[in-house]
Structure formats: structure tokens, C-alpha cells
């Protein structure tokens, strides 16, 4: 009976299993709890995705992101603080060292009122920068709702972001109009890959700083797409954190809106439905990639798989297998758009470059697969896959091999290589031109003369 009840309770704890692979504790920061009441939708909707969600106030002293050296929390929603700051628990430097420790966190500005020099800091770690200044929000006079920002066009009404980039899956995108109140907009610094929009603002759109008034045209310092709304980076060890301008759009109230553009159509937001899909991408359940499995061998047929030592001149073959992880499930990876997977065979330098092509499928993973020819260098090799695309976990697999010179019994005869027949013929024409000379010098001995005998 015992074993029985045991058994019970694991399939009871795995039906309430979160559907993120890397685990079900959300801690939301929220200043005034006494708010939450505005949030409650979206609670109830991360619960019953299985999410075991902790609302507390950054002044808490209960508060804390780590216990025992470890993360207390999988997952950290940080909603705007009104304060300076959000407190010992929550410094740029804690929430960075939650990120190294694969930690995912989401963060909702809002233009109602000045960012936090708290919040301003961590954004500034990731090379996230608040345009124009800690005030400002983004302006739209042809994109706005003019039921509720008839006269400030504060409220922006914009389509769902479609297909992020052509190479790209889209996890975001959809039918039907969002809702974004009071954005406080966001530029991405440099170029690095790590950082990428998810919805960026129209070309109409400006920001300003709405104490300040209107500014000059020559005092506006980022416009349309130059503005983001939401905003993403991944860290490369695939810790995820992402920016949303506008923390009103999680509202009930904005999740069962109608919103009126100024060419007269009324149409219900889906802000609930993007938000379900923020929320998913940002604490990982899509977009998550998996190695199952990786073997290389020799082309011929029962040969030694995963062999640690190869010859020069073998023909191999490599093959891994990659799984990717959609809300609730492991299911087999597809290549996005025009994408290839690529293996590198390499010392120093990749000596071969070439797209892993799929050839199968199993129940829960895409097999992909590349065959050549080892090359005419000894030493230290690696097969190398390294898959870094945005939206998507990193994938980085790395197996090293030997690859020796032949054996002195590998070597091929000489009388298989046609080049060196010319030589062999010449040889066996000295042997037998001596033979022959031989043969006729034993034979062609001179006649001796005959003497006449005398008394």
C-alpha cells in the first residue's frame, strides 16, 4: 500500500508540473501588494500553467534570490517599484548573479512615473539604455486609442509582431490588435547578438518626456524603430531577460479591452494572448533546445561507434540529435526559415564546414546528419556543433578525436598505383635486360684454336 500511495503522489506532483523546463518557482516583486488585485488574471493564468508563484514586496526581509548558495526562485517577474531603489535583495548585482545562475526575469517599466536608478543601473549591465531619460514615453499621433488618449495619444494601439526575422521562428506573433499604455521606451546598445527587439515602435512614434512638454524636432533623440517596446537578451549560458515598456498592458482591464484606432475600428485586444506568449518565451517554455544524442563512426557498415581515433583519408559520418521544448512537451526540432545546422571539424581552424542535414525523425527528436572524408592531417581534432541563433537556446557540442597517419601495413601496394606502373616496368627491364645478358655471355664463350702437334 505504501509503494501504491508513493506512486500517487509522483503522478499527482508531475500533472502540477510547470510547463517550463527549468523549473515552477516565480517569485513577482511587486512594491504595494495591495496591487495585485490588478494582476490577478495574469496570477491565475501563470497557476495554472503550473507556476508556483510568490508575490513579495521588495522591503520584505523574508526576501532573498538565493539560499545556501543556490537560487530560491527559477523564475523572477519584476514589477515597476515606486521607490529609488528595490532593496538589499534586489541590486543590480544580485539580479545579475540570478542571470549566471540560469535564472529568467522579466521586468515591466511603465511611463507613469520615473524609472528607478535601481532599475536604471541593471538595465545599463546589459547594455539596455531608457530613451531620452527616465521619464520619457513613447508618442504616437497615428496609432493611438482614442477612446482612453484622446488627447495625450499615449495609449499606443499596434498590430501583434509578426515573424521577428526571416531566419527566425516567431514566438510571438498572431492575429489582433495589443493595447500599450504609457510605454517607457527602450534602445539596444552596440551589436551584440545577445540583445534582441521583440516589438519595436512604429515609425510614427517619439519619445518625450511628458513634465517637459512637447520637444523641438532637434531634442528628440530616438524615433520609430529606433524605440523598443519589448525587449530581450540571452545570456550565453541561455539565461533569458526581458524588458516590457508598458506594465499596464498585464492588467485585467487591458486583457478584456476594446481599444478604437483613429480611423474609426473597434476591435478587442489580445494583450492576455501576448502575454501568455512573453511569458512563455521569457521563463522558458519554447524555444528551449536539447541534444539528445551524438554518434560518429566510419561509413562502413558495423564499425565501432564513437570511436576516440580515426586515420587519415576515413570516410565518417556524424550524426546528433536535436529536440526542442513547446509549452509542455520535447518535440522534434525544425529549422527555421532558410536555417542550417552546421558541424565543424576542427584543430586550429575548421578544416571542413558543412550543414547537418535531417534525415529522420524520432518521436521527440530531428535527426540530423553529415558525412565526409577525414582530412590528410594528423593531430587533435574536434566535431564541433555550435547553434546560436536569437530566441533560441545555445546548442554546443564538442567531441575530440585523433586522427593518425597510416600504419605501415595501411600504405597501398605499389602495383595498385597505376603512376607508379612506368617505374615497376622499368625495374622488371633492367632485371631481365641483366637476366639475358647473363644467358648470352654463358653461351657465346669463344672457340678455342687448334695446335698442330710437333715432334
Known amino acids: 500500500m505504501r509503494w501504491c500511495l508513493a506512486l ?50 521588495p522591503k520584505s526581509d523574508q526576501l532573498a534570490l538565493f539560499k545556501h548558495g543556490e537560487r530560491a526562485y527559477d523564475h523572477l517577474l519584476i514589477l515597476p517599484p515606486k521607490s529609488k531603489g528595490l532593496g538589499p535583495s534586489l541590486t543590480p548585482k544580485h539580479i545579475v548573479d540570478f542571470m549566471n545562475k540560469d535564472g529568467n526575469i522579466l521586468l515591466a517599466l ?51 509582431p509578426g515573424p521577428l526575422r526571416t531566419d527566425v521562428k516567431a514566438f510571438f506573433d498572431g492575429e489582433g490588435v495589443l493595447a500599450l499604455p504609457r510605454v517607457a521606451p527602450q534602445t539596444l546598445g552596440g551589436e551584440s547578438t545577445l540583445l534582441a527587439p521583440i516589438l519595436s515602435a512604429p515609425a510614427t512614434a517619439y519619445s518625450y518626456n511628458p513634465k ?90 558495423g564499425s565501432e561507434l564513437n570511436p576516440s581515433i580515426y586515420r587519415i583519408k576515413n570516410e565518417t559520418v556524424y550524426k546528433i540529435e536535436v529536440s526542442e521544448y513547446v509549452y509542455d512537451k520535447w518535440v522534434p526540432f525544425e529549422l527555421p526559415g532558410d536555417d542550417e545546422l552546421q558541424l565543424e571539424f576542427t584543430m586550429l581552424s575548421p578544416f571542413h564546414r558543412l550543414p547537418l542535414k535531417p534525415i529522420g525523425r524520432t518521436e521527440t527528436s530531428t535527426i540530423f546528419s553529415a558525412q565526409f572524408v577525414t582530412p590528410d592531417q594528423h593531430g587533435i581534432f574536434s566535431f564541433r556543433v555550435n547553434y546560436k541563433r536569437p530566441f533560441f537556446t545555445a546548442i554546443e557540442e564538442k567531441h575530440e578525436v585523433t586522427v593518425r597517419h597510416f600504419a605501415h601495413d595501411e600504405y597501398p601496394r605499389s602495383w595498385v598505383i597505376t603512376g607508379g606502373w612506368v617505374w615497376i616496368a622499368g625495374l622488371w627491364a633492367v632485371i631481365g635486360g641483366f637476366l639475358a645478358f647473363v644467358v648470352v655471355w654463358l653461351y657465346s664463350a669463344p672457340v678455342a684454336d687448334k695446335l698442330k702437334k710437333t715432334q
Open 8 to 57: 500517487l503522489v509522483c503522478c499527482l506532483l508531475a500533472a502540477v508540473n510547470a510547463l517550463s523546463s527549468s523549473g515552477s518557482r516565480l517569485l513577482a516583486v511587486l512594491e504595494d501588494t495591495d496591487q495585485k488585485d490588478l494582476y490577478s488574471t495574469l496570477w491565475a493564468d501563470l497557476e495554472a500553467r503550473g507556476y508556483d508563484v510568490s508575490i513579495e514586496s
Open 110 to 160: 511603465s511611463g507613469k512615473a520615473s524609472t528607478s536608478s535601481a532599475v536604471s543601473s541593471l538595465l545599463l549591465e546589459l547594455d539596455i539604455h531608457l530613451a531620452n531619460d527616465r521619464s520619457a514615453v513613447v508618442i504616437d499621433h497615428f496609432n493611438y486609442d482614442t477612446l482612453s488618449a484622446a488627447e495625450k495619444h499615449d495609449v499606443l494601439v499596434l498590430q501583434r
Open 212 to 301: 517637459e512638454g512637447v520637444p523641438a524636432p532637434e531634442d528628440i533623440l530616438a524615433t520609430g524603430s529606433q524605440l523598443n517596446i519589448v525587449s530581450s537578451m540571452q545570456a550565453r549560458n541561455s539565461a533569458r531577460f526581458t524588458v516590457l515598456g508598458s506594465v499596464e498592458a498585464l492588467e485585467d482591464k487591458w486583457f478584456s479591452a476594446s481599444v478604437k484606432t483613429p480611423s474609426g475600428t473597434e476591435t478587442p485586444t489580445v494583450n492576455r494572448e501576448f502575454a501568455k506568449q512573453l511569458t512563455a518565451w521569457a521563463f522558458k517554455e519554447t524555444g528551449v533546445l536539447k541534444v539528445d544524442k551524438v554518434e560518429h563512426r566510419l561509413a562502413t557498415e
